[in-house]
Structure formats: structure tokens, C-alpha cells
């Protein structure tokens, strides 16, 4: 069975750190662009960050850019997002998004929780 699922989320205080996981299993994640998304309660799930099939290239959302990094191991078929100086807003469900040509493939998502 194809799918992704995310691990790493939980808890954590303001100003600190997170690093999520997705793994892919039942097909090769080198041959997709990856993306992070979150969705917060009320809000429209927005792109956090992306990552080319390489890893060569990578962009952020200006809200967390200089604070996350995406990051992609095609040996372990994972892809990652280190989270640093977490803030409360970054509170939201985050998934990830393997996307090739018209196939889109989602993640079942994982919390996180910025709150002191």
C-alpha cells in the first residue's frame, strides 16, 4: 500500500525545537518534489516549505523561513522538517505532500502544539 506518514509532532514551549518525519512506504520518494503544509483550527492549510527531488533546492513560507529546514534522505525514502524557535502561532497539524507530474500524495498529518 502506498502511503506517507508523519511522526514527530507533540508538545513543546515557545522557542523550542521540533523535528517532524515522513516516511514513505510502497513507493520511491526520490522521484517526487516534497512539500510541508500545516493547517491550523479555522484557518486554510497553507505550504510551509518545499523541497526539490534531490534536494538541491528548497523554499519557505516567509513566515518560517530562517527558522525551519526541509531536508530529504532518498537512502531512507524520508523527507524532514526541523522546526527552531517555535512559536505559538506555528501551533497547526502539519503534513507532508509528495507530488510528481499530476500524482498528489498526502500524509495523515501530525500536531504540533507550541504553547507554554
Known amino acids: 500500500q502506498e502511503q506517507l506518514v508523519e511522526s514527530g509532532g507533540g508538545l513543546v514551549q515557545p522557542g523550542g525545537s521540533l523535528r517532524l518525519s515522513c516516511a514513505a512506504s510502497g513507493f520511491t520518494l526520490s522521484n517526487y518534489d516534497m512539500n510541508w503544509y500545516r493547517q491550523a483550527p479555522g484557518k486554510e492549510r497553507e505550504l510551509v516549505g518545499a523541497?526539490?527531488?534531490?534536494?538541491?533546492?528548497?523554499n519557505y513560507a516567509d513566515s518560517v523561513k530562517g527558522r525551519f529546514t526541509i531536508s530529504r534522505d532518498n537512502t531512507k525514502n524520508a523527507v524532514y522538517l526541523q522546526m527552531n524557535s517555535l512559536r505559538p502561532e506555528d501551533t497547526a497539524v502539519y503534513y507532508c505532500?509528495?507530488?510528481?507530474?499530476?500524482?498528489?500524495?498526502w500524509g495523515q498529518g501530525t500536531q504540533v502544539t507550541v504553547s507554554s
Open positions: 523541497i526539490n527531488t534531490i534536494g538541491g533546492s528548497t
Open positions: 505532500n509528495a507530488r510528481w507530474l499530476t500524482v498528489s500524495r
